[in-house]
């Protein structure tokens, strides 16, 4: 915002330029190319009026200027005068194309936010003592959505969650996405435990590649990570399919990488061949914070080549914002870790990044204070 004000600042600094040029350069010199540069200049950062403005002080400097050096005739004079006139009109014009540019994009954006919404919901902050927060950031802005997801529910059996990354882009991707989360709500409810969850999902996925056919029968696959909390929360189980593997962040600020015990494919393979895929238990201590994410984050890249480290940098931010010891809510760490993925890129996004954050908060200890013997 601060600058954007301050562009809108740059046509009047070419009018000053040009008057100062003018000043200081013998009476043949004319500065009226530089003043004809003013009114093109507005037209992406001005108004209708702001740009008619630009237009209007540009003429009356340049006949200023013009009379000054008592070169105001009909070459070096009116002719530029309407030069500038012509100009300005085409500056109206380029405006009023780029304001419908501008519509048609914030209409597309609403489109997609809309259709955000409907297809990748975004979880309760609570469920139970569980604290969640999750974020998307798409590659393109204008897509808003792409082929990540993320799903936390409620169930008979406990907190159930999922972090996916399906294969493709575009319509085909949020199609895909669309069946992974309908064959998750339905099977998280259903499932007894996290195998016959993870089976019912490839069945889904499988199902869906046979209807399509063609490439998306034989290499359609998703990536995920399935996740359920015990009861009371003192333990999480994990079933890691090809995914990039969470971070496990405690109360003191420590990050573990929760690495999977044996190395497992992709969702959505089954009919390449049979594998097992373990379930990892790891305790979930109160404090703690389960943070979950796609490719986009792990494969972000600094302008050397050197991909990004979660587990490394999230200690030091936290160190930084003095947040440990007290340990902060879902959201803030999510946000801290989308904005240093931001200054690792250099603000580039190279691929959309889902994020999941779940928290355990820690039993808060009262101050009993006590009074001074009399």
């Known amino acids: 915002m601060v ?6 600042w740059i046509p009047v600094g070419v009018i000053v330029l040009a008057v100062v040029l003018d000043l200081m350069t013998p009476t043949d010199v004319t500065s009226a190319p530089l003043l004809l540069a003013a009114p093109v200049a507005a037209a992406p950062l001005l108004s209708l ?53 501008g519509a048609r994009t ?34 393109e802005d204008e897509a808003m959505i792409g082929g990540d997801l993320y799903v936390v529910q409620e169930t008979p059996h406990g907190v159930r969650a999922m972090v996916g990354d399906v294969r493709g882009k575009g319509l085909g991707a949020v199609s895909a996405v669309c069946v ?43 990536t995920a990570l399935i996740v359920e909390f015990a009861a009371g929360l ?37 009919a390449l061949g049979t594998w097992s895929f373990p379930v990892d238990t ?9 943070l979950c994410y796609t490719d986009g984050v792990t494969e972000a890249r600094d302008e050397t080549g050197v991909f990004y480290d979660a587990a490394v940098r999230l200690p030091h931010l936290l160190r930084h914002r003095s947040l440990v010891g007290d340990p902060p809510p879902p959201g803030q760490i999510l946000q801290l870790l989308i904005e240093d993925v931001g200054r690792h890129t250099g603000g580039r996004v190279q691929d959309d990044q889902a994020l999941l954050a779940l928290h355990r908060p820690a039993p808060k200890v009262e101050r009993v204070s006590r009074r001074p013997r009399v």
């Open 282 to 290: 790891y305790p979930f201590p109160p404090g703690s914070t389960l």
């Open 3 to 8: 600058q954007q004000r301050r562009a809108q």
């Open 49 to 101: 009026p702001g740009i008619i403005a630009t237009g209007v002080l540009s003429m009356a400097v340049h006949a200023v200027l013009a009379w000054i050096d008592g070169t105001f005739g009909w070459q070096r004079g009116v002719a530029n005068q309407l030069t500038l006139l012509a100009v300005t009109v085409l500056a109206v014009l380029i405006h009023r194309t780029l304001e419908g540019h």
């Open 180 to 222: 992974d989360l309908g064959a998750f709500r339905y099977a998280a409810d259903e499932a007894e435990d996290l195998p016959r969850l993870v089976t019912a999902l490839e069945g889904a996925l499988l199902r869906e590649g046979g209807r399509r056919g063609g490439q998306e029968q034989d290499e359609g696959f998703t």
């Open 106 to 139: 914030r209409r597309a954006r609403q489109v997609a936010a809309v259709a955000q919404a409907a297809v990748l919901p975004r979880p309760p902050s609570r469920l139970g003592d569980l604290r969640i927060a999750a974020r998307y950031i798409p590659a």
């Open 234 to 270: 003192d333990a999480v189980r994990i079933v890691n399919r090809g995914h990039p593997p969470p971070v496990l962040l405690d109360a003191r600020g420590t990050a573990t990488v929760l690495e999977p015990s044996q190395e497992s494919p992709p969702l959505g393979m089954a």
